[in-house]
């Protein structure tokens, strides 16, 4: 059985940094492409950044171009994003999630979904 387990979640002031892990058990992540996902509360879930299993290819929503990056380590089978310059809209419940093949923004699209990990972001 896959297990995606989220960490480095916490409270940060705006301006401020924060990196979250996404560690894999149960499976190899060969050819899986990755997500990280967000959603506060009464929202759908949002897409923040996506990876590529060679990590060449990543993809980002535009509210955190510049200041997010994703990527992984596939020997680790960990995926990171390394949050900056964060702002108290970026205040959420942030998902790692995995799917084969292809990448989506879609979160119905992906199979595999970590219990999230809270960040909170205060002015």
């Known amino acids: 059985q896959v297990q995606l387990v989220e960490s480095g979640g916490g409270l940060v002031q705006a301006g401020g940094s924060l990196r979250l892990s996404c560690a894999v058990s149960?499976?190899?992540?060969?050819?899986?492409?990755m997500g990280w996902f967000r959603q506060c509360p009464g929202k759908e879930r949002e897409f923040v950044a996506a990876i590529s299993w060679s990590g060449v290819n990543t993809y980002y929503v535009d509210s955190v171009k510049g200041r997010f990056t994703i990527s992984r380590d596939n020997a680790k089978s960990t995926v990171y994003l390394q949050m900056n310059s964060l702002k108290p809209e970026d205040t959420a419940v942030y998902y790692c999630a995995g799917k084969g093949r292809m990448y989506s923004a879609y979160a119905s699209s992906y199979d595999y979904w970590g219990q999230g990990t809270q960040v909170t972001v205060s002015s």
């Open positions: 149960g499976r190899t992540l060969s050819g899986y492409t």
